[in-house]
């Protein structure tokens, strides 16, 4: 019973690859990330070995998770940083309906923004703003975005002269606060909240 007790803990939190050795039927129960020949258990993966000292389970937990980084393809999040008369920056901080905690930077260029075509970028974007966008490329770590489908840009915009949050009101933007209009190109569901559905 004693040496039981010592294999686990020796075990506990150990990092163990495919096909190590993690004890016997006799000592422990297998369970997930393991399989069990001739009543000795070994893991199935690459992981950490957990055992659970009052059931005597045995479990390998997956070691890499999924990094939550955006991908081409991903709908993102983020709210505008810097606004250029061609780009604006973006600071991604949700990816898909997920908020993360690292924050990556997106461009949006001016020619990625509507199907049509653009003057000025800061005819469709404001610093502060929040918007939703595509990622169409992610080359050396820059993430590039899109928001020609009528689903994304904006979701949320501030009056630049009171900070007010505009309102649509026929083609442009009005601030309800000090009667300032603006533009920009704003995203189908604007201001009914990050979360979709
Ligand atoms: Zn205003």
């Keep these: 019973m004693g040496q039981v007790t010592k294999s686990a803990q020796q075990k506990t939190g150990q990092l163990v690859l495919p096909g190590e050795r ?11 990330g393991t399989f069990v020949k001739d009543g000795v258990i070994f893991s199935q993966i690459v992981g950490r070995a957990l055992p659970d000292l009052a059931t005597r389970r045995i479990s390998v937990y997956p070691l890499i998770r999924e990094p939550r980084v955006p ?21 991604i901080f949700q990816i898909g309906e997920k908020l993360i905690s690292g924050v990556f930077g997106g461009v949006l260029h001016i020619s990625d923004v509507h199907l049509h075509y653009v003057d000025s970028m800061f005819d469709v974007v404001k610093a502060g703003d929040v918007v939703k966008a595509n990622v169409i490329s992610d080359k050396n770590q820059v993430f590039h975005l899109s928001t020609k489908d009528k689903e994304l840009g904006v979701l949320y915009a501030f009056c630049s002269r009171c900070g007010g949050t505009l309102e649509p009101r026929r083609q442009a933007m009005h601030c309800p606060r000090c009667g300032n209009i603006e533009n920009r ?13």
């Excluded at 039927?25 to 297998?30: N, Q, S, Y």
């Excluded at 991908?71 to 600071?91: D, H, L, P, W």
């Design 22 to 32: 993690l004890g016997v039927i006799e000592e422990f129960v297998p369970d997930t």
């Design 185 to 197: 190109k704003i995203a189908l569901d604007y201001g009914k909240g990050l979360v979709k559905d």
């Design 71 to 91: 991908k081409i393809g991903s709908t993102v999040v983020g709210e505008v940083s810097n606004v250029q008369s061609e780009n604006a920056v973006v600071r």
